[in-house]
């Protein structure tokens, strides 16, 4: 059974700091393209981050641009996101994503209909 499993998420107040991480078994994913994607209250799922199957090709929402960081451990077969200068519009459900198709080296894709599995979430709360 593949599982993806969010952890690392909190309160934490304005400009603030977090690390996520996504820890996957069942299967490896160092042919496959990774991604986080977060849900607030109310809105749809929105792409934050992607990053290539060589880790060395990444993509990123202009709202997270030059905050966030997306990486990759293929040995540990998991994927992580650090983020810096949090901001209150920074709350939501953060939810890592894996293609289940062998992938270009260099291939990311922003669009949820691409990722077949998901995690279950980790929350995210930026107080102001």
């Known amino acids: 059974q593949v599982q993806l499993v969010e952890s690392g998420g909190g309160l934490v107040r304005d400009g603030g700091s977090l690390r996520l991480s996504c820890a996957a078994s069942?299967?490896?994913?160092?042919?496959?393209?990774m991604a986080w994607f977060r849900q607030a209250p109310g809105k749809e799922r929105e792409f934050v981050a992607a990053?290539?199957?060589?880790?060395?090709?990444?993509n990123y929402a202009d709202s997270v641009k030059g905050r966030f960081t997306i990486s990759r451990d293929s040995a540990k077969n998991t994927v992580s996101l650090s983020m810096n200068s949090l901001k209150p519009e920074d709350t939501a459900t953060y939810y890592c994503?894996?293609?289940?198709?062998?992938?270009?080296?260099?291939?990311?894709?922003?669009?949820?209909?691409?990722?077949?599995?998901w995690g279950q979430g980790t929350q995210v709360t930026v107080s102001s």
């Open positions: 994503a894996a293609d289940s198709r062998t992938t270009g080296p260099y291939y990311t894709a922003s669009t949820p209909d691409v990722y077949d599995y």
């Open positions: 069942g299967r490896s994913f160092t042919r496959n393209a």
């Open positions: 990053i290539s199957r060589d880790g060395t090709t990444s």
